[in-house]
């Protein structure tokens, strides 16, 4: 069964970036098994526009928060007049008008985080996430959730819709040659400034503990008054083609170390996919339902739950480091995380809610 798609996405990031070649790929991948896909964006990133001329692609650009309104209203009433039979939409904040956009197909809403969770201010953004987000979820068709935790949380369950637990695939990506074995051995992390749960304060207690290695923490400005150090580089902000390079270099990828900031225990972090896609065994702080344990490629620390690490899992990071330098994962032991692995399911479930039966006015029946 070939499908007419449209996949929304709001607030998306740059499509360098790792959730933007996520959306691309997904594309892509569903273009290529015979489906029909519009990817609709409603966006700040200039980036965006440049991609129409060879891809299916809307873009709806606004530049400061008063723009906004009109260009999501611009975006919807184009695409509410598209003959799709099924579309996907990635986590958003509500605005006016994405529940009808949700009825007047099957749909699919993706669930990467627990929203609730994250936003515990008491700012009237945050306010008005919380009393608005319920819109969004009773109007959709099913769920795609990123793990089974986000899967059986109470905001979530109680919808009652079908849903899959589907997490983020591997990019695609040529793995890279492990550095020299007589190099100094670097770890690496990649991530996104002002996310607490990163554990950036993790980081540093192992390079603190672990003065024979080197660190490469790209995203991150070094802080004022931390000390300048040929051990920890802060890189800032960089281009994949940037970092790639970084990669190279590093023996070991750092994933999340402090996800239980956000009141979590699963995760499954395109940055921890980035590093397996391109050889890199890799260190987390959280149950990855990829990574199971047992897996040499992949060591998990527990002490870091509260944010200080025992002595124990620093010896553990020395002795995983040590036995992976001048090593990469062989790329047939993740073919089962690979991208069209998982895209065909997500599309076998995107089939499944678009025969689902609808009123002439668009509202899904559900049977009994």
């Not at 273009?31 to 964006?41: F, M, N, T, Y």
């Not at 260190?283 to 200080?308: E, F, T």
């Amino acid at each position: 069964m070939n499908l007419r798609i449209g996949y929304l996405c709001h607030y998306s990031p740059s499509p360098h970036s790792g959730p933007g070649r996520k959306v691309l790929a997904q594309c892509r991948i569903w273009r290529a098994c015979g489906h029909q896909v519009e990817l609709w964006v409603l966006t700040r990133d200039p980036a965006w526009e440049a991609l129409a001329e060879s891809f299916p692609l809307f873009c709806h650009r606004w530049a400061s928060r008063w723009q906004l309104p009109a260009a999501w209203q611009r975006l919807r009433r184009r695409l509410l007049r598209r003959p799709l039979q099924v579309l996907y939409v990635r986590q958003m904040p509500w605005l006016p008008g994405l529940g009808a956009l949700l009825r007047r197909w099957p749909s699919a809403l993706e669930i990467q985080t627990d929203d609730v969770a994250e936003l515990r201010s008491w700012s009237p953004s945050h306010l008005w996430h919380r009393a608005t987000r319920a819109c969004a979820l009773h109007a959709a068709s099913g769920f795609v959730f990123m793990t089974e935790e986000l899967a059986c949380l109470p905001h979530f369950r109680a919808r009652g819709q079908p849903r899959i637990v589907l997490p983020n695939p591997l990019p695609d990506a040529v793995p890279l040659p492990p550095p020299p074995p007589g190099a100094w051995p670097r770890l690496i992390m990649l991530a996104t400034p002002g996310q607490e749960w990163n554990g950036i304060d993790v980081v540093l207690q192992l390079a603190h503990a672990l003065p024979e290695f080197g660190f490469d923490l790209v995203g991150f400005v070094r802080p004022a008054g931390a000390p300048a150090s040929p051990q920890v580089q802060w890189h800032g902000w960089l281009e994949p083609a940037q970092y790639r390079a970084l990669l190279a270099q590093a023996s070991v990828g750092i994933g999340t170390l402090a996800l239980w900031r956000k009141r979590m225990r699963q995760a499954c972090p395109l940055k921890v996919r980035e590093y397996l896609a391109h050889g890199l065994p890799v260190i987390i702080g959280y149950d990855d339902p990829d990574l199971p344990p047992g897996v040499d490629y992949a060591l998990r620390l527990h002490s870091g739950d509260r944010g200080q690490l025992a002595a124990e899992d620093i010896a553990r990071v020395r002795r995983f480091v040590l036995s992976w330098h001048g090593r990469r994962i062989e790329p047939s032991r993740l073919s089962h995380l690979r991208a069209a692995v998982r895209e065909r399911r997500r599309l076998a479930f995107l089939a499944r809610l678009a025969r689902l039966p609808t009123s002439s006015a668009g509202v899904r029946r559900w049977p009994c």
